[in-house]
């Protein structure tokens, strides 16, 4: 039977035998870890972890981590609830909180026992991802970790990280390898942008084409999009992720407890869609490419037309992503739709006239609603950039602001949750320096400096009474000067680590963070195989 337990008189417990805060080095850092004034643990091959059959995939993963990472090869034994703790063991314990903090968990090290408990799937691979800091990164026989306990939570409820796979695409080996990434930082959501103007990215089998025509392109440009003039490779590029492998994806991403956000961007952003059924377009007798040029916005014509065939279309699509992804939130994109080709096309100027609507931001609203309402009767929730606030969109759709702090005001005071991801500072496809000779990016400058110190709430929202709106925050990752994975890591890491704690932490101290950064991330990216930026100390924050 599993007791249930008031973590407040269990931490408590826990807490009395020591005051001295620990030099101890995690990140993020937790709400509270304190040395023990005890015996610590060992462990060896000999050592087991106890744990319950709910979390099986869970202690497997466990595991298989402590292997990768020390070298030792625990057994496995599943239990049903104890009467003496069991020595020369890790200890995974399900335990019912009075307290409102989701992915709570806490870790004890004494007397050569290791006891977490946590609620939930997050909260024991949150615990893990602590364990496995206080280890070294070293093939031994056994280990000794400290005597500590550890109670930690994080501050805000979505956490979550980006990826384009459009603009280039990376092997499921990756994809993988970008969730432990994620995992390991504590964060629960990743968000997967699968299709845009560049290609379409996920096997489709109600409109084929899309595969075949959609997602791949005749070629790419070579070098920044606002080089005159524009060079191209020539060479085919693309491919798409079939449904076997977002299946193995999704499952990988369970066991670590990270929701998977699907991504299919329309009314804009619909180039490639268009290029595989030029029905869809506003000059449906074209012959359309798929975009091999980034930028697209009022440059291009890569908007959906309003007709018959594409709501259709619209239905059945996102009918079969929501059948192949089990998220509650789907995102559907909205930003950046140009409203220059509506403009331009006398039948969709004769269909907002028919629906009496404003104009076009209202056209936009409306191919929003039309999905939303397909979501709504697949109980799934709209996901949508700040752009969608522009008409009046049914305030159950969650926003994911990347502008400034006044569009999060904005949606915050039209009744909207809000995911803050301002491109300044978080997004990482921006330069982390000014030095000219820096690996090439879109624009910008975001340190990691200025990823850390930055204000998931903004303080209007504060002064408006709205804090509660802001729901966490998210860095995007878009891969238009990113063709390698390893270009990916350069421009993840650190920052990836600073939002983390971000995100995570309520008592931030940037010094602080530089320390335990050197102290655990460096060797940790390394043994990741990871690329890094190195002189995230020499640019810091703009004054």
Request: aromatic share 14%.
């Amino acid at each position: 039977m599993i007791q249930k337990i008031i973590i407040s008189i269990c931490f408590m417990g826990w807490l009395i035998v020591a005051n001295a805060q620990s030099n101890i080095s995690v990140i993020p850092k937790p709400v509270e870890l304190k040395v023990l004034k005890t015996v610590g643990t060992t462990l060896s091959s000999q050592s087991k972890i106890y744990y319950q059959q709910e979390f099986e995939a869970q202690a497997i993963y466990l595991k298989e981590e402590l292997r990768k990472q020390a070298g030792i090869n625990l057994s496995l034994v599943k239990y049903e609830g104890y009467k003496k703790i069991p020595q020369n063991a890790i200890v995974l314990e399900k335990f019912f909180t009075a307290q409102k903090q989701k992915e709570i968990y806490a870790i004890k090290t004494q007397a050569n026992t290791i006891h977490i408990v946590a609620e939930d799937v997050r909260g024991f691979i949150n615990a893990f991802q602590t364990l496995l800091q206080l280890i070294p990164i070293k093939q031994q026989t056994s280990i000794s970790i400290p005597a500590v306990s550890i109670t930690d939570y994080p501050q805000f409820r979505y956490r979550g990280m980006h990826l384009d796979v459009v603009r280039h695409i990376f092997p499921v080996e990756y994809i993988k390898k970008y969730i432990d990434y994620l995992t390991f930082h504590k964060f629960n959501t990743f968000h997967w942008h699968l299709t845009d103007d560049q290609g379409w990215r996920f096997e489709t089998t109600s409109y084929p084409k899309l595969n075949s025509i959609g997602s791949w392109r005749d070629s790419t440009l070579i070098g920044h999009f606002k080089t005159t003039p524009a060079r191209y490779d020539g060479k085919r590029y693309g491919g798409y992720y079939t449904k076997a492998e977002i299946r193995e994806i999704l499952e990988y991403a369970k066991v670590r407890g990270i929701t998977v956000i699907p991504e299919l961007d329309i009314p804009g952003h619909s180039r490639a869609a268009i290029a595989a059924y030029p029905q869809l377009s506003t000059k449906p007798d074209t012959t359309w490419n798929v975009a091999t040029t980034w930028g697209m916005y009022n440059r291009q014509n890569n908007v959906l037309a309003p007709n018959d065939f594409t709501f259709q279309f619209l239905k059945d699509i996102f009918k079969e992503l929501t059948d192949l992804f089990p998220s509650a939130y789907i995102h559907i994109g909205g930003d950046e739709c140009s409203k220059l080709w509506w403009k331009q096309d006398a039948k969709t100027q004769q269909f907002i006239k028919q629906k009496n609507l404003k104009d076009e931001v209202a056209l936009q609203t409306y191919f929003i609603e039309y999905v939303a309402k397909q979501l709504k009767q697949m109980n799934r929730t709209t996901v949508g950039w700040h752009e969608i606030t522009e008409g009046d969109v049914d305030t159950s759709a969650l926003i994911m602001n990347w502008a400034d702090d006044a569009k999060a005001l904005s949606a915050a005071k039209k009744g909207f949750s809000i995911i803050m991801t301002p491109g300044k500072p978080f997004y990482f496809d921006h330069y982390q320096s000014k030095d000219p000779n820096d690996s090439l990016a879109i624009h910008g400058y975001n340190s990691t400096e200025a990823v850390y110190n930055y204000q998931i709430i903004p303080e209007a929202l504060k002064k408006a009474g709205l804090a509660h709106k802001i729901i966490g925050g998210q860095g995007n990752v878009w891969t238009e000067y990113m063709e390698w994975s390893t270009k990916v890591d350069y421009m993840i890491f650190p920052r990836m680590t600073a939002l983390s704690e971000n995100l995570w932490s309520k008592n931030k101290n940037y010094s602080d963070f530089l320390k335990r950064l050197d102290s655990v991330m460096i060797t940790r990216y390394q043994f990741w195989n990871s690329s890094y930026f190195k002189e995230y100390k020499v640019w810091g924050k703009e004054k």
